[in-house]
């Protein structure tokens, strides 16, 4: 296979690489301990938040983890900006800069199939009191190839929708939370336009660009974007034709979406809905009521999206050891339960409303109970494929056309499948 077809960027790596060998033992040993002069390991791990309070809580328990472990140095917490993550990762790894530890997304498939992340199950599975077996195989599944875990699940956040009560009520509108449908959502949302002159709904990162957001709207009406072995587009599908038929009327014809170039940030009070994971209630600061419920159904029924991120080890670390040692305290039982406050973790046993809630001062243990646990079960992933980055862009210079008034929808859908067809087969 191609490395520099899997991996953008990645063309050099494939000449750094170690071929390690793998595998699982009945009762895997403990880890060894490793066998660096006192503070002689800096660590690096690259994440996509800027968030104040979150980057205190890693760096305290980077701290923890260091009063017991004379080799580290440093740990330090690299924030790169979300939208030129993946490529500034790549070129990293590439020119030799490499972290020791990464966040990933959808580079997830790019980063195993290229053979670039060190696997996590010996030694997860040796760390007393880690407690492997509390992972849920729905949460390990995407990050997971013959049988090892190549990335913990850290963040494992349902999408909601979150609603802005205040423009309801100044709408007149009234939300009938039993039968809580897109048809519903569009109809307030375009009274609350008329109303008030703010948005309605909005799917948040979307921007007209990031279109697997969308996933959060078309996965109700049955559709998908490829085959489930990812070798076949089916954006030109019925489905997905009447998913996007639904988009567009809201933009052009309802105006209960606002169109290309309208910002309307929910969380600013900008408009009645947005469609967001559980994870950015963060973003909530009293300034209006809000209520959170799961993803309105559509015509295919109920259904839930699930955004993951995952941490790994790269094999291009100088201290792929001690960086692996450093995951395993970063992500145990009792450090899990504190990211679980920004980041819903992949640990059953922390897995309700109430241990959520120990956590979480922004929403209720009734809330996280409806909107994220209640949710996991039988959720879907965004689409994710190998060559994201190549994959994305094609997809929205296709889409673009489908962001005017006058837009064929099943023609535009069927020039997306021309663009991304070539790289499914690859």
Not at 27 to 48: C, F
Not at 81 to 89: R, V
Not at 129 to 147: E, H, I, K, P, V
Not at 287 to 307: E, I, K, Q
Request: net charge negative; charged share 15%; glycine share 8%.
């Amino acid at each position: 296979m191609n490395t520099a077809k899997k991996l953008v960027g990645l063309a050099a790596l494939a000449t750094t690489l170690a071929v390690v060998a793998t595998g699982c033992s009945a009762e895997p040993a403990a880890p060894a301990q490793t066998t660096a002069a006192p503070g002689s390991v800096d660590l690096r791990m690259t994440v996509w938040t800027s968030n104040e309070d979150q980057l205190a809580l890693f760096g305290s328990i980077a701290d923890a983890y260091k009063a017991d472990h004379p080799e580290i140095g440093t740990i330090t917490f690299d924030s790169l900006p979300f939208a030129d993550y993946n490529t500034t990762l790549t070129t990293q790894i590439a020119g030799g800069n490499s972290p020791d530890l990464a966040w990933m997304g959808d580079l997830s498939k790019d980063l195993i199939d290229s053979g670039a992340l060190v696997p996590l199950t010996e030694t997860l599975q040796g760390t007393p009191g880690w407690n492997y077996d509390d992972l849920l195989d729905s949460a390990t599944a995407q990050f997971t190839a013959d049988d090892q875990l190549y990335a913990y699940p850290f963040s494992n956040s349902p999408f909601a929708l979150y609603v802005n009560n205040d423009l309801l009520a100044q709408a007149g509108q009234t939300l009938d939370t039993a039968d809580l449908s897109w048809d519903q959502v569009s109809a307030i949302g375009s009274a609350v336009n008329a109303a008030t002159g703010k948005g309605g709904f909005v799917v948040r990162d979307f921007d007209y660009s990031a279109w697997n957001t969308l996933a959060t709207v078309w996965t109700g009406w049955g559709a998908s974007a490829w085959s489930e072995d990812g070798t076949t587009c089916t954006f030109d599908s019925d489905e997905m034709v009447d998913a996007f038929q639904f988009l567009h009327d809201a933009i052009y014809v309802d105006k209960s979406m606002p169109g290309p170039g309208t910002k309307a940030d929910f969380f600013a009070g900008d408009s009645a809905f947005t469609i967001a994971q559980v994870s950015r209630a963060s973003l909530l600061d009293g300034s209006f009521d809000v209520d959170v419920y799961p993803l309105p159904t559509g015509p295919a029924g109920s259904y839930s999206v699930l955004g993951q991120a995952g941490v790994g080890v790269l094999k291009s670390s100088a201290h792929t050891q001690e960086a692996t040692e450093f995951l395993a305290f970063l992500t145990d039982p009792e450090n899990a339960a504190l990211l679980a406050q920004y980041f819903p973790p992949p640990r059953e046993s922390l897995l309700t409303g109430e241990k959520l809630a120990e956590n979480n001062t922004k929403l209720t243990a009734e809330q996280l109970q409806t909107v994220v646990v209640d949710q996991l079960p039988g959720a879907v992933t965004l689409p994710n494929h190998t060559s994201p980055a190549e994959i994305a862009q094609k997809g929205k210079t296709a889409l673009d056309a489908m962001w005017t008034p006058d837009a064929d929808v099943k023609t535009v859908l069927t020039s997306v499948c021309t663009a991304i067809e070539p790289l499914l087969a690859n």
